[in-house]
């Protein structure tokens, strides 16, 4: 039995680590190669449509447009569209008062973002034609934007990439753990994932707010029809699987605010977990297939297998075998001894191995990332050690998301602040 618990273990353990070795080669590149700086010069001017949708966010959405508003690019060059999805307070009103072009939506059968962005699509080629924008920029209601961000996606999409992703901050990482433990994980994904894809020259993936997407892509797909739990997901997947290049702009920040309740949290990461589940179950052979018959970027479907691979199903897994094995010694005479203390230091050994590997990747982002975070040092520093734990919630959340019915359902945001306020 011993020798059963010691193979399976450290095969869960090898596999795991080949499988995620090119995120730590990620982290090597990023740090030590050599970035080119992207040159401003001869950059041309497009036009933007900016697209929010905004569900009973008067709190809010005012500073985002403010911030919008006070961009360094021509502002001539930007129009704001907002989408009042099944609003029932005044977000329309405020965000008309605002100069907002503002599209309100009523639909209780068709629920979530994704069919809010159809809509808006929809309305703008009605009214504007489906040319008159060169590109558009998505964000969720409780944003802000740093007042260089049009201008630093304009240089990235001038470079010819016809999707692109941020770099995404928050506004309230320092409120406690869980926004602490979102804000690590987000910095940790554009810093260590999307820049260092970007460098190598393989596909990025959007996620969830803050992104531009061409015109030209918009028509390609007649709008937006990517309706999953986890609709970002599943367009970077489905374009990865197209052959259509993503690309990331480090410069370009956008500050979100995260959940502060862990009922608030749960309720967003199971449907996180459900999506992912369902982006799987729908794309996994179209991506392992592409994977092995593109021969000009493998790699990019190998990266978004992984990144929706159950990696935490195979780990709890194993975990949850080793207490099988442990019980089973307890409660067997015979089996007693070794068998006991094996199980025990696996247990244990697999709790102390993740919180280290987590505890480094939170830690070297925090580092990194020290002067972008809106923290006090003491917070910085315990907030790191209390990331581990924030992603061990996940395990719970992943064996719920397999059996649960999930719905998308709105997050409550109450913090309001500016992006003054922000520097």
């Not at 050599?34 to 905004?54: D, M």
């Not at 992912?276 to 493998?298: A, C, E």
């Not at 297998?305 to 935490?312: H, N």
């Amino acid at each position: 039995m011993e020798d059963c618990i010691l193979k399976i273990n450290l095969i869960v353990f090898i596999t795991l680590t080949i499988f995620y070795l090119y995120q730590f080669i990620y982290v090597a590149v990023v740090l030590f190669k050599k970035h080119k700086e992207r040159q401003h010069t001869l950059c041309p001017f497009h036009r933007y449509g900016v697209v929010i949708a905004a569900r009973n966010e008067s709190m809010v959405i005012g500073n985002l447009i403010r911030s919008i508003q006070n961009q360094t690019y021509p502002s001539k060059l930007i129009d704001i569209f907002v989408v009042a999805d099944n609003c029932t307070d005044n977000t329309a009103q405020i965000a008309r008062q605002l100069g907002a072009v503002v599209y309100e939506r009523f639909n209780k059968e068709q629920v979530g973002k994704g069919y809010a962005l159809d809509f808006a699509f929809r309305h703008i080629a009605q009214d504007y034609g489906a040319n008159y924008h060169d590109a558009y920029l998505i964000f969720d209601a409780d944003n802000l934007l740093d007042s260089h961000y049009i201008d630093e996606m304009n240089v990235v999409f001038s470079q010819g990439y016809q999707i692109i992703t941020s770099y995404r901050n928050s506004k309230n990482f320092s409120t406690n753990w869980i926004t602490a433990g979102y804000s690590l994980w987000f910095l940790r994904e554009a810093k260590y994932l999307n820049n260092a894809r970007m460098m190598l020259g393989t596909n990025c993936a959007i996620s969830g707010t803050g992104f531009l997407l061409s015109s030209k892509v918009v028509q390609k797909y007649g709008g937006w029809k990517f309706h999953l739990l986890t609709e970002d997901i599943e367009f970077s997947i489905v374009n990865a699987i197209e052959g259509e290049r993503i690309g990331y702009c480090g410069k370009a920040i956008l500050y979100d605010e995260q959940p502060t309740t862990f009922r608030q949290s749960w309720t967003q990461r199971l449907r996180w977990s459900k999506g992912f589940y369902q982006v799987i179950w729908k794309y996994g052979t179209s991506l392992i297939s592409k994977l092995v018959k593109d021969k000009r970027h493998p790699f990019s479907c190998y990266d978004m297998f992984m990144t929706i691979a159950p990696a935490t199903l195979v780990s709890l897994g194993c975990l949850i075998l080793n207490i099988i094995f442990l019980i089973i010694a307890i409660i067997q005479p015979h089996y007693l001894g070794d068998a006991v203390a094996v199980a025990s230091k696996a247990i244990l050994f697999s709790f102390v191995n993740f919180y280290i590997v987590l505890f480094a990747m939170g830690a070297l982002t925090t580092i990194t990332e020290w002067h972008q975070i809106k923290a006090s040092t003491a917070k910085k520093i315990f907030y790191t050690f209390t990331f581990p734990i924030f992603i061990f919630t996940y395990i719970p959340i992943s064996i719920v998301a397999l059996f649960k019915n999930v719905q998308w359902t709105p997050i409550v945001h109450t913090v309001s602040k500016s992006v003054e306020e922000m520097k």
